[in-house]
């Protein structure tokens, strides 16, 4: 995804201030089925940071209960207009945690909270 946002960015294309935030979530999804960089035994997740504010484009929903690969969603929202329903709901069709961050300080230890529920597999 970092590369097509550097694409756009370099292509000189404006985004335009909508949030297709299915578009986002696709992207990670698409990453965990083909991305041949991925580690056999690493835990699928996504972790989808948005102001929560989805005004373009198909529901996110539709993306976060289609794909029939395992893999967890987490999200946070910040801003205060964050539409913090929907992002609980498309975490909660991955078994993921949604959280709100007010502020950077909260943001840093969201992240810490989920590195820690993430598995840790030790391979020799």
Not at 51 to 64: F, R, S, Y
Request: proline share 6%; aromatic share 4%; net charge negative.
């Amino acid at each position: 995804m970092l590369s097509s946002l550097l694409q756009i960015r370099n292509a000189g294309i404006s985004t335009g201030g909508g949030t297709a935030i299915r578009l986002g979530l696709q992207e990670g999804v698409n990453s965990l089925l083909n991305d041949p960089k991925r580690r056999p035994l690493a835990e699928p997740t996504i972790l989808l940071m948005t102001d929560g504010q989805h005004n373009t484009g198909i529901d996110p929903e539709v993306v976060a209960g289609a794909s029939p690969t395992n893999f967890m969603i987490h999200t946070i929202t910040f801003g205060d207009g964050a539409d913090q329903v929907r992002t609980q709901d498309i975490a909660s069709t991955r078994n993921g945690e949604h959280f709100h961050a007010p502020d950077s300080v909260t943001i840093a230890a969201i992240f810490q909270q989920i590195a820690a529920t993430l598995p840790v597999i030790l391979a020799e």
